[in-house]
């Protein structure tokens, strides 16, 4: 591997990490928190650019986790569904992400 060429290994953990994270829930009793890891939808945004930290004074690479949430979890959850679609909504995430 070069220098300036980075391997992301959190798209191919995302799987498994969910699930550690949804057995946590399970194991505390949070069964709102659980319910959202395990029924939405996964995406992970990459930076390749990276960040410089002023603590460590290096780059710091990483990625982005975003947990789409569907209408059917909006009741349950007790929250407002936001304005919008699913479809609208991911497109707009599409065009300004972050």
């Known amino acids: 591997m070069s220098k300036g060429e980075r391997i992301f290994q959190l798209p191919s953990r995302i799987d498994r990490l969910l699930a550690t994270?949804?057995?946590i829930y399970m194991d505390r009793g949070?069964?709102?928190?659980?319910?959202?890891?395990?029924?939405s939808?996964?995406?992970?945004?990459?930076?390749?650019?990276?960040?410089f930290?002023?603590?460590?004074?290096?780059?710091?690479?990483?990625?982005?986790?975003?947990?789409?949430?569907?209408?059917?979890?909006?009741p349950s959850l007790g929250e407002e569904r936001p304005p919008g679609s699913d479809q609208e909504r991911h497109q707009r995430d599409q065009e300004h992400p972050g």
């Open 21 to 23: 994270v949804s057995k």
């Open 41 to 51: 939808q996964v995406r992970v945004q990459e930076d390749r650019e990276g960040i």
């Open 30 to 39: 949070d069964h709102q928190a659980r319910k959202v890891v395990v029924n």
């Open 53 to 74: 930290d002023d603590y460590s004074r290096e780059m710091v690479y990483g990625h982005t986790v975003y947990l789409d949430v569907p209408e059917s979890l909006y």
